[in-house]
């Protein structure tokens, strides 16, 4: 009988099939997205064939499927008897985006598979890419060794839930909001302030995604923040779920080198194959060595500016 497969690296959160509205007027259907297949990408990027824990609905597009079977571990995933998960994605000239569900039984996709759904061939997983709201204590419980990065739901991320978010920072490794969620919490314009806010409440590395601003890192015990830019790609075709790439590959690039820097370069690199495809990143035959490349020149404007 063969073996189960550990997989170093496992993400945890909803699979989406996305309708796509671009500023333009264009539109990109039945896209294969959410934010667990987006960050799990990031990692395939970077080297690894991570684990999903994830909900998949009924009529989930065969295509969709066959892409996940391709370049994930499916043993974490249920299967249910409802209809699959599937949202527009509204998009505005000033990279404002709005999802709109379109099917009427959205809990298991944004909450579940419950945390016993968890196989055990991922429980000694390097790393955890948890997307989910504040429910992280249960997690942070039963993976006690695992580095986990928190990206919070959008849902989540209202002033309501302020208290719940600064309750949740210091059980995970690595939190990682975008900019309007964490302005939403905090009240803060300032992105480096809105850093600095996250690690004063106890969070250990705090990455705050600014869009086509790069983003901004920081770390308990460094008075420095990082701030990287972006990757600039001879088109952008799309920007969904570039956020959730980044995060995949900040998360591989953190727990093997530990150093910020290259970590924050890992996830800006990654970003930027995601930007250049309709939906889950899918670089082309050529991409280690444009990878490198990327890598090498996002390394050095960084040097310039520290």
């Known amino acids: ?58 009529d989930l597009p065969e295509d969709a499927h066959r892409r996940l079977l391709r370049d994930f571990d499916l043993d974490g995933m249920q299967w249910l008897d409802i209809p699959q998960a599937r949202a527009w994605q509204l998009f505005e000239s000033d990279g404002r985006r709005s999802e709109i569900f379109r099917v009427d039984e959205m809990g298991p996709f944004l909450y579940g598979p419950p945390l016993d759904a968890l196989p055990v061939s991922y429980h000694d997983a390097r790393g955890v890419h948890l997307l989910r709201d504040g429910a992280v204590a249960p997690w942070r419980e039963a993976l006690p060794d695992a580095t986990i990065l928190w990206e919070p739901v959008q849902h989540f991320m209202t002033p309501e839930h302020a208290d719940a978010f600064r309750a949740a920072l210091p059980l995970v ?61 001879p088109e952008i075709v799309d920007q969904t779920g570039a956020g959730n790439t ?58 310039l500016t520290r």
């Not at 496992?10 to 990109?28: E, L, N, S, W």
């Not at 300032?190 to 869009?211: F, K, N, Q, T």
């Open 173 to 233: 490794d690595i939190v990682s909001p975008n900019l309007l969620e964490a302005q939403a919490i905090y009240r803060l314009d300032d992105p480096a302030a809105l850093v600095r806010a996250m690690l004063d409440d106890g969070a250990r590395v705090v990455v705050l995604r600014l869009g086509e601003d790069g983003s901004i890192a920081g770390q308990q015990g460094d008075a420095d923040l990082l701030r990287v830019p972006t990757v600039p790609v």
């Open 1 to 58: 009988m063969a073996q189960p497969f550990h997989p170093a690296y496992v993400c945890v959160g909803g699979i989406i099939i996305d309708d796509i509205v671009f500023p333009d007027g264009r539109t990109a259907m039945g896209v294969l997205g959410g934010g667990v297949t987006h960050a799990a990408a990031g990692m395939v990027i970077w080297g690894q064939r991570p684990g999903l824990v994830s909900c998949a609905g009924r």
């Open 246 to 303: 980044y995060c995949g590959a900040f998360l591989v690039g953190w727990c093997e080198t530990g150093d910020l820097a290259e970590a924050a370069c890992r996830g800006a690199v990654a970003a930027s194959f995601a930007l250049e495809v309709t939906g889950v990143a899918d670089p082309p035959p050529n991409y280690v060595a444009l990878r490198e490349a990327r890598t090498q020149e996002l390394t050095n404007r960084l040097a």
